[in-house]
């Protein structure tokens, strides 16, 4: 990373932290510590663990005291999506974290999506465990509600809180009056790993496949490519 890396970051979150070696620990992955067993500050999975109860209280209680006659499981539902790693990473994103990540050489290079994202997604939580310590339980619930609950309106508007499985069925049934099935097309592997291709059929129109290690998984990544096939 640049020198300047964690001023930009600082100005990006909108905070300036009193110890800046908090935020410096929750810009560090494990990985980079491997590396660097020296370097002044560890790894961010503790302060990882701490954002995450953190954000879980304050998002929990945001929906608790906002939403009184909404049954707890729905609540459950809007808080998963909130919190979920998808969600962190878009967050991650918007803020521009990725460019004051510490990270080895190797982790550095590898621009695989899905580890990427999670990485992303522990940092977010990392920030808020770090916000918590260095600012307290109010700065570090603004920064919870400007930057993440503030996605509610979205989910709900867009039903996102639903699974990609139940979200295409609502669609189908509603605009063309069907319901989805699923049939697997594949599986290929030894029982330990196999990968498993299903089909997701509209009638007898083939929408799209998906791929995963469980049919369940299979299926999910179907909906999901379904969903955006469809323009749904």
Not at 111 to 128: D, G, P, W, Y
């Amino acid at each position: 990373m640049v020198a300047n890396s964690l001023t930009k970051l600082q100005n990006n979150l909108g905070i300036s932290f009193n110890n800046e070696d908090l935020i410096r620990q929750a810009m560090v992955h494990r990985s980079y510590i491997n590396e660097h067993p020296d370097f002044k500050v560890g790894h961010n999975e503790r302060l990882e663990f701490l954002g995450d109860a953190v954000l879980e209280i304050v998002v929990t209680e945001y929906l608790f005291l906002n939403f009184k006659d909404v049954p707890e499981g729905d609540l459950t539902n809007w808080r998963a999506s909130l919190v979920n790693a998808k969600m962190l990473y878009e967050i991650a994103q918007e803020l521009k974290i990725e460019d004051a990540l510490y990270l080895s050489k190797g982790e550095a290079k590898d621009k695989n999506k899905k580890s990427r994202q999670f990485i992303l997604a522990n940092a977010i939580e990392a920030i808020i465990g770090a916000t918590y310590l260095d600012q307290g339980m109010e700065v570090a619930k603004e920064f919870i509600l400007k930057h993440i609950i503030c996605k509610l309106d979205g989910i709900l508007e867009n039903r996102l809180y639903l699974d990609p499985k139940s979200r295409f069925q609502e669609k189908a049934q509603e605009l063309r009056g069907v319901t989805p099935h699923y049939q697997i097309l594949d599986e290929v592997g030894p029982d330990h790993a196999k990968v498993f291709t299903v089909g997701l059929y509209l009638e007898e129109e083939l929408v799209t496949t998906g791929e995963g290690s469980s049919k369940q998984e299979a299926q999910v990544a179907a909906a999901s490519q379904g969903l955006k096939k469809m323009g749904w």
